[in-house]
């Protein structure tokens, strides 16, 4: 008897932290998600690579995958100038191509004029939300994007320069916010945004506002 009340502790020993596992996994579903609200936010964006710049983005608020846990796709947009160095990086990349380079041609960032990038993003960011007194909320989170980028210029158009500009590449984001909602419809935000991807990479600071669908405040942030 004493044989087999030990060898019941040990099984439910082992088995408790795995239908704990179990039951904080069953947490989180996708059917949760619903839209919840929709918002638009200015900021500005400080690259190594173009000129500090204003950016625009659009947000969808996904609601809680899981506890605590709001999904959010963000579409954003800006456009810049490339700086001086990175035209005569550029400049010296094309210098060094077989068909200049054999004719001793030399190229500078002024011989390129006036170039400017231009990128759209789509994330899809993940928020892990706390509430606070007075209707505030604060969040911190990480987002997968991808990122379009358009080079242009009067002396690159439609040439093979501009193709050298025109990537698609996948990207990283790290933030943090701070929400204020004065009525159940409005919410206000600011974000602080590093964005990283293989060619640009840079910080932001973000404020907007969104309008919200009425909801359950017992079951919702």
């Not at 996708?30 to 947000?59: A, C, K, M, Q």
């Not at 210029?153 to 093979?160: E, L, Y």
């Not at 500009?165 to 919410?187: I, Q, S, V």
């Amino acid at each position: 008897m004493r044989l087999t009340k030990f060898a019941l502790l040990i099984t439910l020993c082992t088995a408790a932290p795995s239908m704990a596992r179990a039951q904080v996994l069953a947490n989180y579903d996708y059917e949760n998600l619903r839209f919840r609200g929709i918002g638009v936010d200015w900021g500005r964006i400080w690259p190594d690579e173009v000129d500090e710049t204003t950016i625009w983005s659009l947000r969808v608020d996904l609601g809680f995958l899981g506890p605590a846990v709001r999904i959010v796709p963000t579409l954003s947009y800006w456009k810049s100038d490339l700086r001086a160095r990175q035209l005569n990086r550029l400049a010296e990349r094309l210098s060094n191509l077989p068909p200049l380079e054999q004719q001793g041609v030399v190229l500078t960032g002024t011989d390129l004029g006036n170039v400017e990038w231009s990128t759209l993003s789509l994330a899809l960011d993940a928020h892990a939300v706390w509430t606070a007194p007075g209707r505030i909320f604060t969040f911190i989170g990480i987002g997968l994007g991808l990122h379009a980028m358009n080079g242009s210029g009067t002396s690159i158009d439609d040439t093979f320069v501009e193709d050298l500009l025109d990537t698609m590449a996948p990207g990283l984001a790290l933030m943090a916010g701070l929400e204020f909602e004065p009525t159940r419809l409005l919410r206000v935000y600011t974000e602080g945004r590093y964005t990283l991807q293989s060619e640009v990479k840079y910080p932001g600071l973000r404020i907007g506002a969104a309008l919200m669908v009425p909801s359950n405040p017992a079951r919702t942030q």
